[in-house]
């Protein structure tokens, strides 16, 4: 992948291109085709809900996964995170970055002109890295999730896989 045109990493949220949607500046992806046996897209309908808010800054997002990569789109919302595979704070997603685009899904900021807008675009970022590379084990991934709620996650998202290790959950 090629470096984001706004702050030169290769972030997915800023190469997804698309359309302006009503919201000034606010980009949309281009349709996403139906999956095998889905009826309809998987569409949350993020325009009209900005409409009512787009939300605070009194709501933690954890984000547990593959770590995060700094981005214009988050500035001064990424809280102190953790790395729970090598038990410190070097939260970095830069050799695979998935945790990024799904930071970005969920909290980019919108009508700013850079990238894409997340759902929620106030919320304070509390990155935890559980993940060497792309992959991983559960039980990095049950201690990420128990460093998050004991400090502070009002929520937390993940996007993993797993096809071995130990049976945490």
């Not at 897209?41 to 605070?56: H, R």
């Not at 999730?145 to 937390?156: L, Q």
């Amino acid at each position: 992948r090629g470096g984001c045109s706004n702050c030169g990493t290769a972030c997915a949220a800023c190469e997804a291109g698309g359309t302006t949607s009503g919201n000034a500046n606010v980009t949309q992806g281009p349709p996403v085709p139906l999956a095998e046996g889905e009826s309809s897209p998987s569409d949350i309908d993020a325009p009209a809900a900005w409409d009512l808010s787009t939300g605070t800054n009194n709501v933690t997002l954890a984000v547990i996964d593959s770590g995060v990569q700094n981005h214009l789109d988050f500035t001064g919302r990424v809280l102190a995170g953790w790395n729970t595979v090598l038990n410190n704070t070097s939260v970095s997603d830069a050799e695979c970055p998935p945790g990024t685009h799904c930071m970005g899904t969920a909290t980019a900021t919108g009508n700013n002109g850079l990238g894409v807008a997340g759902v929620h675009w106030a919320a304070k970022i509390l990155p935890v890295k559980v993940l060497t590379g792309c992959g991983g084990n559960e039980t990095d991934c049950g201690e990420g999730i128990a460093w998050a709620a004991d400090h502070g996650a009002d929520v937390g998202t993940m996007s993993l896989q797993y096809y071995g290790g130990i049976q945490f959950f």
